[in-house]
Nanobody
Framework: QVQLVESGGGLVQAGGSLRLSCVAS????????MGWFRQAPGKEREFVTR????????YYADSVKGRFTISRDNAKNTVYLQMNSLKPEDTAAYYC???????????????WGQGTQVTVSS
């Protein structure tokens, strides 16, 4: 069992930055692929990025490529999402997720956090 707790969301102006953190409980964090998803009001949840268990492999949605960076610290059981050059369309609840195989489809992830809200004003 893995429990995930996100933090770091908030209100920021367009062009600003935020860093989200997701802390995992349990001793098997380093064996999971970690992903970030987001869901805006009235929209389906969408994939943002993922990172391999070792941190050596990352993959981004086209909408965030070049602006967002995912990283992880297995010693701290934490995955991060650095978000730069934020746009109003980035406004959403952001969720971290853990899965054995990862991918960009949410059903591939077994464990989910409760989400943290990011609001970008224009």
């Amino acid at each position: 069992q893995v429990q995930l707790v996100e933090s770091g969301g908030g209100l920021v102006q367009a062009g600003g930055s935020l860093r989200l953190s997701c802390v995992a409980s349990g001793r098997t964090f380093s064996s999971y692929v970690m992903g970030w998803f987001r869901q805006a009001p009235g929209k389906e949840r969408e994939f943002v990025t993922r990172i391999s268990w070792s941190g050596s492999g990352t993959y981004y949605a086209d909408s965030v490529k070049g602006r967002f960076t995912i990283s992880r610290d297995n010693a701290k059981n934490t995955v991060y999402l650095q978000m730069n050059s934020l746009k109003p369309e980035d406004t959403a609840a952001y969720y971290c997720a853990a899965g054995s195989s990862g991918g960009s489809i949410d059903r591939m992830y077994k464990y989910w956090g409760q989400g943290t809200q990011v609001t970008v004003s224009s």
